[in-house]
């Protein structure tokens, strides 16, 4: 079913819980009835708004926003070693790992718990406890406005990277992703390499994907703001890459400074909440805008915060760690 809004607040469809407006918004079920919101050309503008996890407005949206609502997951082949299973945009991400725990499958329990639909996995490569979406992505299927058709990208051609694909480059904003096939395993794969996961999933027993899923729930919500209570967009900054030489130097001057190696080689991953945190921004509150007191990567909306308040904010961040560090921070969080 197709239900379509005019002048419609956007505060409660998105994470930060701003209020911008959108001068029409449409949600859709099928496949059949997004074609038919493009039949008689494309709207003069447009963009998809999903779960509104990982945006910023700082407008009021003058265009169509389109906003997948199918909720269904279809297991399409179950092997003895791998489930293929094609879950809708509209799913929500975290129904989807709850369900793979549940039946045991391997490959996204370190996913769980993180706000967002399952048509947006893909777009930003959703990404924790030393996991990414990429790994269990076979194929993504999307509706290309300009030809008319839906196609099936395979998840190898998605330019999928640390946080970033070809849906926020060469497609972005021409495509709209109706349904994600993840490949999960049978085989037991735990990955807990990444800070206190290996002990917190101890401390629950086996290393299952219900232990590892109610351990990565427990370190999540010890860290990270509910976006329920308090509006936020999870990390806003993605953690910046530099030369090995930059980190080195940085490193001589503060020893204790995270760095992750990269698969690129001569590149170095810093932490950007902790450049934040050092640069005296943890906790931090500036009338209804703030930085989360337990992860300064999170940008807080205390409550009545305009788009423009945070995006302040966020500039303002950027250069406090460029001066203190020389090292600029990039945006996570779209802003629109
Ligand atoms: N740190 C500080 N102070 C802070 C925050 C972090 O010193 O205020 C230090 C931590 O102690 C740690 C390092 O920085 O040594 C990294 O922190 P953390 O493990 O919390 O992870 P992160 O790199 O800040 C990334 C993702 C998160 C994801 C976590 C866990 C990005 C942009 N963010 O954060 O993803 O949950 O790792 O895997 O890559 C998101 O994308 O919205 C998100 C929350």
Not at 58 to 64: A, F, I, K, L, S
Not at 114 to 130: D, L, M
Not at 154 to 177: E, P, T, W
């Amino acid at each position: 079913m197709i239900r379509e809004f005019h002048n419609l607040s956007l505060r409660t469809r998105n994470s930060f819980g701003v209020e911008q407006r959108a001068a029409r918004l449409v949600e859709f079920e099928s496949e059949e009835e997004l074609r038919s919101l493009f039949a008689d050309g494309a709207p003069e503008r447009w963009a998809v708004l999903s779960g509104g996890n990982n945006i910023l407005f700082t407008h009021d949206y003058e265009g169509t926003l389109l906003t997948p609502a199918a909720r269904g997951i279809r297991p399409l082949e179950t092997g003895p070693e791998y489930v293929r299973v094609e879950a809708d945009a509209g799913v929500e991400w975290d129904d989807l790992a709850a369900w793979a725990a549940g039946e045991g499958l391997w490959g996204i329990e370190n996913l769980s718990f993180i706000p967002g639909k399952a048509g947006a996995a893909p777009v930003q490569n959703i990404g924790a406890y030393g996991c990414e979406a990429k790994e269990v992505i076979e194929s993504v299927r999307m509706f290309c406005p300009e030809t008319g058709n839906f196609l099936c990208l395979a998840g190898a051609h998605c330019g999928f990277g640390y946080r970033d694909s070809l849906f926020k480059r060469d497609l972005r904003g021409r495509v709209v992703i109706t349904a994600v096939t993840l490949r999960l395993g049978r085989t037991p794969r735990p990955r807990l390499g990444y800070g206190d996961l290996a002990r917190e999933v101890a401390a629950r027993g086996e290393a299952t994907p219900a232990n590892i899923r109610d351990a990565v729930g427990a370190i999540r919500r010890s860290k990270l703001p509910d976006p329920a209570v308090t509006g936020n967009a999870g990390s806003f900054f993605r953690n910046p890459v530099v030369t090995d030489d930059e980190a080195e130097r940085l490193r001589e001057r503060y020893p204790d400074m995270p760095v992750y190696p990269t698969v690129e080689p001569g590149r170095t991953k810093l932490a950007a909440g902790w450049l934040i945190d050092r640069a005296g921004y943890r906790g931090y509150r500036e009338g209804h805008v703030g930085v989360h007191d337990r992860q300064a990567l999170v940008l807080v909306n205390h409550g009545g915060a305009t788009g423009e308040e945070v995006l302040a904010l966020a500039r303002r961040i950027q250069r406090s760690v460029y001066d203190r560090f020389g090292v600029a921070l990039d945006t996570e969080v779209n802003i629109m």
